[in-house]
């Protein structure tokens, strides 16, 4: 129940096009869905998050797709380009929890080719 | 100026040994935690503190100690390091409250040979 899956592995796509990465939750307590960007050898940093009672969250060309119903969501990234190589990771927690604790899925890893 | 900052970036110990890696934040935030990211890039929550009290423990072997002796530093010591512990461990920290961001050190690569 406490897991998340986040598929797929990995994703390779020309510059311009929008990789989807996407993710599954099994736990309805959870709140608050966050994306990480991790570039090699960094730590990973906050891209976008939602909470569920929006479908769609946009910041600039990211975009976050969420079906409460299904208990899904995803990340669309428009007009991709080479600089958003990197791993990304889906997380979940329960935002009104007093433990700021995140589940993270398993990772995708995007290399956007020029 | 280094938000969540991590000593030493690369730790490569022998099977046995004891060591510390260090974790410090100058964001003010009361919440600092340890992840570990293996082989495969999973990331996983070890431990969390709030203020200075453990609120997570996710069942870690005893052999990891977290140590916080004030809400702007969290360390991590590892006894008698075992080859599995090869990983990537990041410090972590968050202002409490809902949907906040986790704000992520850069890592220490520890490999036990």
């Known amino acids: 129940q406490q897991q998340v899956k986040q598929s797929p592995q990995s994703l390779i796509v020309q510059k311009g096009g929008i990789p989807i990465i996407n993710c599954a939750y099994e736990n309805t307590a959870f709140d608050y869905f966050p994306w990480y960007q991790q570039f090699p050898g960094k730590g990973p940093a906050l891209l976008i998050a939602?909470?569920?009672?929006?479908s769609e969250k946009k910041e600039g060309r990211f975009t976050i797709s969420f079906n409460k119903s299904a208990k899904q969501f995803s990340l669309h990234i428009m007009d991709s380009q080479p600089g958003d190589s990197a791993t990304y990771f889906c997380a979940a927690g329960k935002g009104s929890s007093n433990t700021g604790k995140l589940i993270f899925g398993q990772g995708t890893t995007l290399q956007v080719k020029p | 100026d280094t938000a969540v900052s991590q000593t030493p970036k690369y730790l490569v110990t022998q099977m046995g040994n004891d060591k510390s890696i260090k974790c410090e934040q100058n964001?003010?935030?009361?919440?600092m935690y340890w992840y570990k990211q293996d082989s495969k890039k999973f990331l996983k929550i070890m431990f969390s503190?709030?203020?200075?009290?453990?609120?997570i423990n996710e069942t870690v072997p005893n052999r990891f100690s977290p140590k916080s002796p004030d809400k702007a530093h969290l360390n991590l010591h590892i006894n008698s390091l075992e080859l599995g512990d090869s990983a990537v461990y990041f410090c972590?920290?968050?202002?409490?409250?809902?949907?906040?961001?986790?704000?992520f050190g850069q890592g220490t690569r520890l490999t036990v040979v």
């Open positions: 972590a920290s968050s202002q409490m409250g809902f949907g906040t961001e986790a704000f």
């Open positions: 503190y709030n203020n200075k009290e453990l609120i």
């Open positions: 939602i909470r569920p009672d929006v």
């Open positions: 964001l003010g935030h009361d919440t």
